[in-house]
C-alpha cells in the first residue's frame, strides 16, 4: 500500500456496499488526498442462502473470516463489517476494530407481505402467521412476543429476503424440504434504512419490546493491530459514543463466552457522562429468559459490561447457553 490508498474489503450484498460506501465517503472526507477502493467479496455465507449460518462457523465464518484472510494477506488494510456479524467470544490475533461508525437505529422492524395488515396481525396475537428470520435472538423473542405464530427458517440478504417475502417464495431448509411462504419478516431497521426500505416497515419494535443484538446499527472497520498508516486514517472517522457502547455490550458476550447459536441479546446507552447496559439470554422456545441492566461510567464500559454479564451468569444464562451450544462447530 502506498501511504495514499486503502483497500477496504466487503461483502457484495447492496446493504453491505451501502455501508462500505459510508465508510469511504467519510476516510475521504477526514483524508482528502486518501484514494480509496472498496474490493467486493461472495462469502460463503453469501453463497449458501439455504444452511443455517452454524454450519459456516456462525456469523463469524459465514461472512467476516475470508474478508480477514484477505487482510491478514495483506489484499486489503481494512475490513467493513456490520458488527453484529463480529463474533464476541473469539479471539483475532494480530486485527483490530479502528473505526466505528455512528450507530443506526438499534432496534428490529416488522415487515409484512403485501396485502396483510399489521391490524390483523395484532388483532390476531400472530396466530397463523409464518415469520421469518435466521436469527436465534429474533426467533426466540418472537416465540416469547408471539406464541401462537410459527417462526420459520428465512434466509438471504436483506433486499432479497424481502423479494423472496413479496414474491411468496418458499424457503429452503438445511435438512431438505420446504417451508413458507412467510408472511412476516422481523429484520434490522437500520438495514432497511440503508436499502431504502423503510417504507416496508409495519411495526417497529421497540429496544425494551425486543432487545437487539449486540452491536446492532453499528457499522465497524478492523484492519491490521500494527498497520499504524490505516489505523491513523480509520482513527479520524471513529465515533466515540459508538466504540464506548460496543465495547460495553461486546464485553457482555466475551464474559458468556456467547457462541453464534446463542440468544444474546445487548444495547448500551450514554446518558452524560454515565452509561446504561441491558442485556438478555433467551433460551430457543423463548420460555426461559434473563435480563439484567446497570449503570457504571461511560468512561469504562469493559468495567460495566463484564459487571452485567456476571449478572446474568448468576441468573442461571451459562445454563440456557449451554443447552443451545452445538456439538461441534
Known amino acids: 500500500m502506498s501511504e495514499q490508498g486503502l483497500r477496504i474489503g466487503t461483502r457484495k450484498s447492496v446493504m453491505a456496499l451501502a455501508q462500505t460506501d459510508e465508510v469511504a465517503r467519510l476516510l475521504r472526507a477526514a483524508n482528502p488526498a486518501l484514494a480509496v477502493e472498496i474490493v467486493r467479496f461472495e462469502t460463503r455465507g453469501d453463497q449458501d442462502q439455504t444452511s443455517k449460518l452454524l454450519r459456516h462457523g456462525g456469523k463469524g465464518g459465514a461472512f467476516v473470516a475470508e474478508i480477514r484472510e484477505a487482510m491478514r494477506a495483506g489484499e486489503l488494510q481494512a475490513a467493513m463489517h456490520s458488527l453484529k456479524d463480529v463474533p464476541g467470544n473469539e479471539e483475532t490475533p494480530g486485527l483490530i476494530i479502528a473505526a466505528t461508525l455512528p450507530r443506526d437505529a438499534a432496534n428490529d422492524s416488522l415487515v409484512l407481505r403485501p396485502g396483510l395488515s399489521l391490524e390483523t396481525f395484532r388483532a390476531q396475537h400472530g396466530k397463523g402467521f409464518k415469520i421469518g428470520t435466521n436469527a436465534v435472538r429474533r426467533a426466540a423473542y418472537l416465540r416469547r412476543l408471539f406464541p401462537e405464530a410459527t417462526v420459520i427458517h428465512y434466509r438471504g440478504a436483506a433486499d432479497t429476503r424481502v423479494a423472496k417475502l413479496d414474491r411468496g417464495d418458499m424457503q429452503r431448509l ?33 429496544v425494551a419490546e425486543m432487545l437487539p443484538a449486540v452491536g446492532q446499527g453499528i457499522v465497524a472497520v478492523e484492519c491490521v493491530e500494527q498497520d499504524w498508516v490505516t489505523r491513523g486514517y480509520l482513527a479520524k472517522i471513529d465515533n466515540m459514543p459508538s466504540r464506548l457502547c460496543a465495547e460495553a455490550e461486546r464485553e457482555v458476550l466475551w464474559v458468556l463466552n456467547g457462541h453464534c447459536n446463542s440468544p444474546i441479546a445487548g444495547h448500551a446507552t450514554l446518558d452524560g457522562d454515565e452509561m446504561i447496559l441491558t442485556a438478555s439470554v433467551l433460551d430457543e422456545t423463548g420460555d426461559k429468559f434473563i435480563e439484567t441492566s446497570r449503570r457504571g461510567a461511560a ?31
Open 174 to 206: 438445511p435438512g431438505g424440504g420446504d417451508v413458507g411462504p412467510a408472511d412476516a419478516l422481523v429484520m434490522a431497521r437500520s438495514g432497511l434504512e440503508r436499502i431504502w426500505m423503510t417504507s416496508r416497515i409495519a411495526h417497529d419494535f421497540s
Open 299 to 329: 468512561g469504562r464500559p469493559r468495567e460495566l459490561g463484564r459487571a452485567v454479564g456476571l449478572d446474568l451468569l448468576e441468573k442461571g444464562a451459562a445454563e440456557i447457553i449451554a443447552r443451545t451450544r452445538p456439538d461441534e462447530h
